[in-house]
């Protein structure tokens, strides 16, 4: 991570923190069995610590959250959360480790779960066996499943890697998919990008459109068929 997107991110942090946080009835710890039965009420913020049972719920909360169920947070969450099911509707900075982990805008940080789902953008990393996220990603995923629906920075690692948009970085799998361009080095069986400026190297074999790169499997196909469209064991273009 470079020098001036720590800065941005401090910064970011910061205002975050002062906005969203600064109102002075939020409560320093919450006790919770099963929303509404718990010490204040969902409407209410957190800043400190919530400790769950089954299920709980507040607007914004600051801090860390611990519990064996569910952790919902409706607003934007700036902490840790531990649980079966970590759900924020809103941003999220920080840590999630559970079953489900769930962000509904922006997510920066590190998602450890079984399925970890954000939809909005993402600096950060997501490990579990489904990583799923909608927008830009920035980081690392490693999973069986791992999509991102939006420009991809960084490594896919896993069975079957997706990216939707453009590709900037390393996919390692069984099948890896790039809707858009591209840059970069693909490892695996079967790679298909539309676009490649880089390397991919298939067992079985490798699809672009369009290549300015090299390609080595047993099939390789280049679209723009310059020099050839299709070869055996290697294929390039400059």
Request: overall charge negative; some cysteine.
């Amino acid at each position: 991570m470079s020098k001036n997107t720590i800065i941005l991110l401090l910064i970011f942090f910061c205002c975050l923190t002062n906005s969203v946080f600064a109102a002075e009835d939020a409560k320093p710890v919450q006790l919770a069995i099963w929303n509404p039965i718990q010490l204040y009420p969902e409407t209410d913020s957190i800043m400190g610590l919530r400790l769950n049972l089954l299920y709980t719920n507040n607007n914004d909360v600051l801090g860390a959250t611990l519990g064996v169920g569910w952790n919902r947070t409706g607003g934007d969450m700036i902490g840790a959360s531990l649980g079966a099911v970590n759900w924020t509707n809103g941003l999220f900075f920080g840590f999630k480790g559970g079953i489900l982990n769930y962000t509904g805008s922006r997510l920066v940080g590190l998602d450890i779960g079984v399925a970890n789902i954000a939809q909005g953008d993402t600096t950060g990393v997501q490990l579990g066996i489904v990583n799923w996220n909608e927008g830009f990603f920035h980081g690392y995923q490693a999973g069986v499943v791992n999509y991102a629906g939006g420009p991809f920075i960084g490594f896919q690692d896993g069975c079957v890697n997706i990216a939707k948009d453009k590709f900037s970085g390393f996919q390692s799998g069984i099948f890896n998919y790039v809707g858009g361009v591209m840059t970069g080095f693909q490892l695996g069986l079967i790679n298909y990008a539309k676009e490649v400026n880089g390397v991919q190297i298939g067992i079985v074999g490798n699809r672009t459109d369009s290549l300015k790169g090299v390609q080595a499997g047993l099939f390789n196909y280049n679209g723009n068929e310059d020099p050839m469209a299709f070869m055996l064991i290697a294929n390039w273009s400059f």
